[in-house]
Structures are given as C-alpha cells and as structure tokens.
C-alpha cells in the first residue's frame, strides 16, 4: 500500500564464488488521484455558447435550442468513463436538468450531450445590447475524484418591435386600428 517501506535484496556471487548480499531499502509515496475537468474553450474549464433571438417579430419560439457535448479530461487516465452533471440539478430518467434565468439545461450524464431551451417569457423583455449570461456550474467525475467547469449562454437578445396603434376620428364617430407583430 501507498507509504509502505519494501526492501530489495540483491545476491551476487564474486568469481570465486562467494556470495555478497546487499540490501536496498525504497519507500513508495502515496499514490494521488487526480480529478478530472471539463475541456472548455481556451485552455479554460469554461464553454461559452451564445444564443441568438433570431426574429424580434416573433411571440412564439424564435430562438432555437442550443445542444453540444461536454468534453472531460482526467490527467491520470484512472477511469475509461466519465460522468457528466449540473451542480443543483434535478435528475429525470437518464438526464439531469436546472433552470437557469432565461432557460433550461439538459445533460446526459453518461455522454456529457447538452440541451439548453431558451426561456421566451424571461428573454422576451430585453432590449437590444441586454446580452445577458445564464451561466451553469458543471460537475465531472471519473468515480473516485470529481472536477468542475462552467457552460455559459450568452443571449444575443434584440429590442422587440412595439405593436403599431393608430387612430382617427370624425365628427360623431371614431376608428382604431393595431397591429401586433405575429
């Protein structure tokens, strides 16, 4: 075990034939496991994705959900599987999730793939040049030591256009008209 002293005892014999004996003492250190991390951008733990809201116009889903694949490193390469988690998470079938401010991340434990949806009632109200980050803390595990990293989603939001309301009046009577985007 780790920090047990072992003796390594050599015999030699002399041309003449006899024998000397010496004795060599080696202490092994404790083994170290280290944990791994998860591969971000830059030489970094952290992964940024940017979320775009691709039609202001838009009151139903205009900004598609981002998916990925978490990427692990374990320098001492001690376990063939790594395993992939969200710290708060809420774990579902064979997935885990959180809600983040303006969405929802997905991850499969076992394959690190990721599903983040946008959340339209919170992005909705931001205007053009918000670019708000929903940030997530991340979790990684190769079974005995765990690491961590960060998935970041910047959203890429645009002022939504203001319905158009217009108005006109006569003598004894009145009309008014709106538009709301679609």
């Known amino acids: 075990s780790a920090g047990d002293d072992r003796t390594l005892q050599i015999l030699a014999e002399q041309a003449d034939g006899t024998a000397q004996t010496a004795s060599l003492d080696i202490t092994f250190g404790a083994l170290v496991n ?10 970094t733990t952290a992964v940024a994705k940017t979320v775009v809201e691709d039609d202001e116009n838009s009151v139903e889903n ?4 981002v ?7 374990d320098p001492d390469e001690d376990s063939p599987t790594l395993t992939f988690g969200i710290s708060g998470e809420t774990a579902s079938g064979d ?10 991340l997905t991850v499969t434990p076992s394959s690190g793939a990721y599903t983040y949806v946008p ?4 992005i909705k109200p931001l ?3 918000d670019d708000p980050v929903d940030s ?14 960060t998935l970041n989603f910047t959203i890429d939001s645009e002022t939504d256009t203001e319905p158009f309301l217009s108005a006109t009046s006569a ?3 009145a009309s008014l008209s709106w538009t709301v985007p679609t």
């Open 34 to 43: 280290d944990a791994p991390s998860i591969v971000g951008d830059d030489d």
């Open 62 to 65: 205009p900004i598609s959900n």
């Open 67 to 73: 998916t990925g694949t978490l990427v692990g490193s």
């Open 95 to 104: 997935s885990v999730s959180k809600v983040g401010t303006y969405g929802t």
């Open 119 to 122: 959340n339209m009632t919170a």
């Open 127 to 129: 205007d053009t040049g």
């Open 136 to 149: 997530f803390s991340l979790t990684v595990s190769d079974g005995s030591a765990s690491g961590s990293g």
């Open 171 to 173: 003598t004894g009577a």
